[in-house]
């Protein structure tokens, strides 16, 4: 291992120990009441090392906002091979509501905090929408090919930027 590939592994690991460290904290106390203070004392480092690698907490809940988002998205990408749109939708749904069970924290970033979405609204930036996206271009297909065979009642209406999580719950209430 070359010392370049060390240092960037070392970065790797004070990043997520820094988001780690955010998400237990945001959790616990709330997102107003961490401050990167808090944050840098969890880990034992100092507040300036936590601004060597984010410049705020809004970019450090934008992080784990992509984070959850990757996680999903991974989730949700085995399910495309499912040929039936109804049956993909379903899967779809059923995996969401599992994701919610068993990540709740970054469930709670990503579709409960009102902080997220301030911070994505702030910057304003469809490249910040890059996961969610991801997430919602697996769902949208199906959902389009379900409304084409008459499964959905309701006409379905997508659009980005959508506000915490809404195509999901959206979703989740037409199956």
Known sequence: MTPQERKKGKKEDVRKLILDAAKKLFIEQGYE??????IATEINYSPTTIYLYYKDKGDIIYALHQEGFTILKMLFMPLA????PF???KALGRTYLNFA?????????????KETMDHLDKTANEELWKEEKKC???L?????????KVFLK???RITLPCKRGQWCMDYVRCI
């Open 101 to 113: 069970k068993e990540y709740p924290e970054y469930y709670e970033v990503m579709f409960m905090m």
């Open 81 to 84: 091979t499912v040929e039936a």
């Open 140 to 148: 949208f297909q199906p959902l389009l090919n379900a409304k084409k």
């Open 33 to 38: 009441a961490t401050s990167m203070r808090n």
């Open 136 to 138: 919602l271009d697996l």
């Open 154 to 156: 309701k006409t379905i």
């Open 87 to 89: 049956e993909r939708l």
